[in-house]
Structure formats: structure tokens, C-alpha cells
């Protein structure tokens, strides 16, 4: 556990090293996308730190599988031919 903790604090303070002086100059509507994705990673570190298997992309990945497949089917080239 420590290790990972110690690997989302080093990836973490080096992606705000490098985008605070960014996030300074940004739009406002900049600034609330890069806060939700924020928020999403903070999330998804907490899943990976805490070994919980609580919901995460692959999750929302299988949410939108079905509907993926319906539009696939219907944007079939061979069907449209016949």
C-alpha cells in the first residue's frame, strides 16, 4: 500500500508542477473540465491505493458496450447493401 501511495504522490505532484503555471492562465470553463478530471483521478487513486474493487472505467466501459454494439449494427455497411 505504501508503494502505491508513494507512486500516485510522485505522478500526482508532477502533473501539478507542470500544469499549475497552465491552470493560472486558463479559461474558467478550462478550469472546471481540469477540476472534474481531477476529481475522476483523485477517485480512480483511491480505488488503486485502497485495493477496493469498487466501480472504475471498466465498469463504464461495460455500461456502454451494449449500446455500442446497437449502433455498430446499425451502421453496417454489408446490411445497407442488401
Known amino acids: 500500500?505504501?508503494?502505491?501511495?508513494?507512486c500516485v504522490l510522485v505522478l500526482?505532484?508532477?502533473?501539478?508542477?507542470?500544469?499549475?503555471?497552465?491552470?493560472?492562465?486558463a479559461?474558467?470553463?478550462?478550469r472546471v473540465?481540469?477540476?472534474a478530471l481531477f476529481v475522476v483521478l483523485a477517485y480512480?487513486?483511491?480505488l488503486f491505493i485502497s485495493s477496493i474493487h469498487g466501480p472504475n472505467v471498466d465498469s463504464?466501459?461495460?455500461?456502454l458496450a451494449a449500446p455500442a454494439k446497437q449502433i455498430i449494427q446499425w451502421l453496417d455497411p454489408a446490411k445497407s447493401l442488401s
Do not use: E
Open 12 to 25: 500526482a505532484a508532477a502533473m501539478l508542477i507542470c500544469d499549475i503555471p497552465k491552470f493560472k492562465i
Open 33 to 35: 473540465v481540469y477540476g
Open 1 to 6: 500500500m505504501f508503494g502505491r501511495l508513494l
Open 60 to 63: 463504464v466501459f461495460n455500461l
Open 44 to 46: 480512480l487513486s483511491f
Open 27 to 30: 479559461a474558467p470553463r478550462d
